[in-house]
């Protein structure tokens, strides 16, 4: 290959790098590096990302449902359950059994939650039993709701366990809390 041969490869090269939208470069087989171009990552650093999003209550989430997990002593599955059966408003053991299927938790039981109290039986009509959330989930669930939409704040009192617990990660999810709670003064 000639000098000038040479020259013009590399020209295309650079020229490639500066137009193309993405390159890509292969790491190890089946790994491939997708990187900007030169020009456009010399841009890219320099603009500063705004959210667009037109809703943010998702934001917070993780915090609430670890508040209301263990003030409530419930694990994921079962407030993820409550949340879904919430609009339902009342349901049938039939419907309870398909919001088990299309979440996926098949290990919960109805009797269950009727032991620990968080579900009731609103009505019986011959031998089918209609079922709400008990005024102590329902409360819960509306009160999560209102955390989300950054409406109300996270109980920081002595009722909180997180804050009487001396565990150090309980200790930062504190700290967690009260970001959070200055966010909705």
Same mark, same amino acid.
């Given at each position: ?43 890219? !650093?320099?603009?500063?990302? *705004? &959210? %667009?999003?037109?809703?943010? $209550? /998702?934001?917070?989430?993780? @915090? ?71 005024? !102590?989930?329902?409360?819960? *669930? &509306? %009160?999560?709701?209102?955390? $989300? /939409?950054?409406?109300?704040? @996270? ?31």
């Amino acid at each position: 290959m000639s000098a000038q041969n040479k020259k013009t490869e590399e020209e295309k090269i650079l020229h490639r790098r500066e137009c193309e939208d993405f390159l890509y470069e292969i790491i190890e087989s089946k790994i491939i590096l997708k990187r900007l171009p030169l020009t456009k990552q010399k841009n890219y !650093k320099k603009e500063v990302r *705004i &959210s %667009r999003a037109d809703y943010t $209550f /998702l934001q917070y989430g993780f @915090i609430i449902r670890k508040w209301a997990m263990r003030n409530y002593k419930l694990t994921s599955n079962e407030l993820d359950m409550f949340l879904y059966l919430y609009p339902l408003t009342i349901f049938s053991s039939k419907q309870f059994e398909v919001a088990k299927g299309e979440i996926g938790f098949y290990s919960m039981s109805l009797k269950d939650f009727e032991d620990r109290g968080f579900i009731v039986v609103w009505s019986k009509i011959k031998s089918k039993s209609f079922y709400v959330l008990s005024h !102590k989930m329902t409360f819960l *669930i &509306s %009160r999560m709701h209102r955390m $989300f /939409l950054l409406e109300e704040p @996270i109980p920081m009192s002595v009722k909180n366990v997180i804050k009487t617990s001396e565990k150090a990660s309980d200790k930062k999810l504190m700290k967690l809390f009260e970001q959070f709670n200055k966010k909705i003064k």
